[in-house]
């Protein structure tokens, strides 16, 4: 079964800021995707990036941007210039052939004005 | 075009009773998944729907079942409720189930509550 592991449960930035949130994976998967998601005090799980396993390059999404280490199973998200609208619980999240999404326990982001 | 919508948005009930959950997809959307949410284990994936049929299913006993509809609506069942079933219950949409469409869009959840 697939496992993603976020090893921050919480993590604190200044605002304009960058900060690097952690997910590591284990899969015997070859062609996946892997997710960031956002959850704001309100609960919705908004779609921050995505990255396809197949595809070499980090995923881009505006201040969001992936570290993809597909040999270490590594998939980390940097925020850029945080801002106070950025404070929220991230998943990483994986998504293989057959189920659905397999959650991290996630990462509360703190942003210090 | 609308989001993905979850009825009601917050439940109350008894332990022993059971509940009905309600998802509409966004349209054109035909995969439909559902999630438990809890702080102790965190998000756990329950089971997905696709034109009708459940596509596969998680961890959880029978008490815990769903369907989908023609018109890709589902609707996810807890009978005999326990007090652990207290969760926050999201669904998810999807195009379809290819890998390829694996983009899915939440709803707000429905908060249940077991006493």
């Known amino acids: 079964a697939q496992t993603v592991t976020q090893s921050q449960p919480e993590m604190s930035v200044q605002e304009a800021e960058t900060v690097t949130l952690s997910c590591t994976y284990d899969?015997?998967?070859?062609?996946?995707?892997l997710f960031w998601y956002k959850q704001p005090p309100s609960r919705q799980m908004i779609l921050v990036i995505r990255q396809e396993a197949y595809k070499q390059q980090n995923a881009t999404e505006n201040r969001f941007s992936v570290n993809f280490q597909k040999a270490a199973k590594s998939f980390s998200l940097k925020i850029s210039d945080s801002q106070l609208g950025d404070a929220a619980m991230y998943f990483c999240?994986?998504?293989?052939?057959?189920?659905?999404?397999?959650f991290g326990k996630g990462t509360h982001l703190i942003i210090q004005p | 075009k609308a989001g993905v919508t979850q009825t009601p948005r917050y439940l109350i009930k008894t332990r022993g009773q059971q509940v009905t959950l309600s998802c509409s997809p966004i349209?054109?959307?035909?995969?439909v998944s559902w999630y438990q949410q809890t702080p102790g284990q965190g998000l756990q994936f329950l089971f997905e729907y696709f034109s009708e049929t459940q596509r596969n299913k998680g961890n959880f006993p029978g008490r815990f079942s769903g369907r989908q509809f023609s018109n890709s609506r589902s609707e996810m069942n807890v009978s005999t409720l326990e007090l652990g079933d207290s969760a926050l219950y999201l669904c998810?949409?999807?195009?379809?189930?290819?890998?390829?469409?694996?983009?899915?869009?939440f709803g707000q959840g429905t908060r249940l509550t077991v006493v």
């Open positions: 999240a994986y998504r293989g052939g057959a189920d659905g999404l397999t």
């Open positions: 899969t015997s998967e070859s062609d996946y995707y």
């Open positions: 998810a949409s999807t195009k379809g189930t290819q890998i390829s469409n694996t983009e899915a869009f």
């Open positions: 349209s054109g959307h035909r995969s």
